[in-house]
């Protein structure tokens, strides 16, 4: 009896952590992005077959520096949620990316990725125009891209469709966003064949980000004034603002050779 | 210590001969009795079905190959040596979900003869120098879980040191979830050591079987020189039913066939299993500059 409660409360805390990071107020990348940084001209189209509007993208200015943004961008209210996908990309999205972060090699300008995406888009269309191969594309490009590489995990980082914008020289994470293999709807599916068990997939899959520090996926954690950063998007984006920028400081000082070598070794080892 | 001299080899010893297989080779398809076309449910003498590389005399059909037996079919006679990578017991999330996750896998180990959903070799390939990395779906679905990733790529470091081309056979359902995010790590441990293989300009073919879906097609699979599908072979990111269920959208006939996935432009070949090793051999050697 007690250990079916204790299940049932570890599971309920699970998944109270997993909506905490889909809370609808936190900060998003567009609000991100023209928070922190200047000039930002959004870049639109993969140049192939579309522009898919879950991944924005375009140079800025950030501090000192120019830099090149890419982001997952979830929407806010139910016309830009549809407008944006709920922030799943196609494979559109992952070739722009592409795109633009080699233009940003081209111009020696780093890269800023904000990962927030519950999983890349599963559909028929998406499936036809290579999803797969876009992402493995995405993962080979963020390994060898000779410029420095600075992703931040705002929400929710789910599946490959989150990691192929956060194979970068430094992975930051929000205290409270998930990062996990699938999300806990899909993981319930395939573990219980039930996607209504996604409370105990939550517990099961410990998808918090401490997780993903663990084994080397993400390497520092930004914290969040309690209750989490819908209640204090200021705070947090300044927070987020000098991360990134302590972090490109240490990256720039470099040399890029070594830093494309130390970035493939570290994700050889993760998750070892 | 170079971390290719992790990787031991088991040298022409007699059990180990393609012919014999030993502990790790043996094949998890049927030697005796008969089995049935999973298609046109002709049966057939196991031995002749093997024979023919599972594919059926009938109708074409290619059945599932376990990854001891693919090494066998693509492998020069006698030229394989099977690669032992100890990869250990791994359970970086402590999952259980009725059966604790390390049971499961001592079970896949039990049942495939296998140590983990990939099994690598050297070998001879047509009279080519390659490492061959193959999947075996019976292993726990060929999910890329840690010890799977970690095995194909020391695959890829040993054809860097030896300057052997790769050949990998996928074959999975995609992530180990029982693995979590780890299993996720993999996609980007497998793409650095493919990195390598890129870096050293040595030629890299994959050959995508059924089914071949989620993490491992969205990486190794297809980040190749050049991309050979099997006749009639799943392959894709979302699997068709998830995407039924999420889209409500009727899927088109032939849907992530790999003849779908040709017309789309997506794969360079669907080769039948038969022309498998003079397809991959020919690759090769013109690659390699040689005639
Ligand atoms: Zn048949």
Known sequence: MSTTIETTERERIAFAAVELARHPERPRALQVISAITGGWTELRGDRLFGDDRAVVGGPARLGSRSVMVIGQEKGTDPMTRALHNFGMPHPEGYRKAVRLMRQAEKFSMPVLCLVDTPAAHAGIGAEERGQAWAIADALLCMLGLRTPTVSVVLSEGGSGGALALALADRVLALENAVYTVAPPETCAAILYRDAGQRARAAAALRPGVETAHRIGLVDELIPEPPPGAHAHAPLVIAAIRGAVIRNLDELCEIPIDELVAQRQRRYREAGG | ?291
Request: aromatic share 6%; charged share 20%.
């Open chain 2, 1 to 291: 210590m170079d971390r290719a001299d992790g990787v031991t080899s088991r040298r022409q010893a007699p059990r180990n001969r393609l012919q014999a297989p030993g502990p790790e080779l043996r094949p998890t398809a049927p030697t005796t009795g008969t089995v049935a076309c999973p298609r046109c449910k002709r049966r057939f003498v196991a031995e002749r079905y093997a024979a023919d590389l599972n594919v059926c005399s009938e109708c074409g059909h290619h059945g599932f190959v376990g990854a001891s037996q693919r090494i066998a079919q693509l492998a020069d006679p006698n030229t394989a040596e099977t690669l032992v990578v100890e990869v250990g017991d791994r359970d970086p999330l402590g999952f259980d979900d009725g059966v604790p996750y390390p049971q499961r896998v001592v079970r896949a180990r039990e049942r495939t003869g296998l140590h983990e959903a990939f099994l690598t070799a050297r070998a001879s390939l047509a009279g080519n120098p390659v490492v061959l990395a193959c999947m075996d779906f019976e292993f726990l679905g060929g999910s890329l879980g840690s010890g799977a990733g970690e095995i194909f790529a020391r695959a890829c470091e040993l054809a860097v040191a030896e300057r052997r081309a790769l050949v990998a056979v996928c074959t999975s359902g995609g992530a180990r979830m029982q693995e979590g995010i780890a299993s996720l790590a993999q996609m980007a441990r497998c793409s650095a050591a493919v990195a390598e293989v890129i870096a050293a300009r040595l030629p890299y073919i994959s050959i995508l079987g059924d089914p071949c879906f989620g993490g491992v097609t969205a990486s190794f699979a297809v980040q190749s020189d050049v991309i050979i599908a099997e006749p009639g072979a799943r392959i894709g990111f979302a699997g068709g039913r998830v995407i039924e269920q999420a889209t409500h959208d009727k899927l088109p006939d032939g849907f992530q066939t790999a003849e779908f996935l040709l017309a789309h432009g997506m794969v360079d070949a669907v080769v039948e299993r038969g022309r498998l090793r003079d397809t991959v051999g020919t690759l090769i050697r013109i690659y390699s500059g040689r005639a």
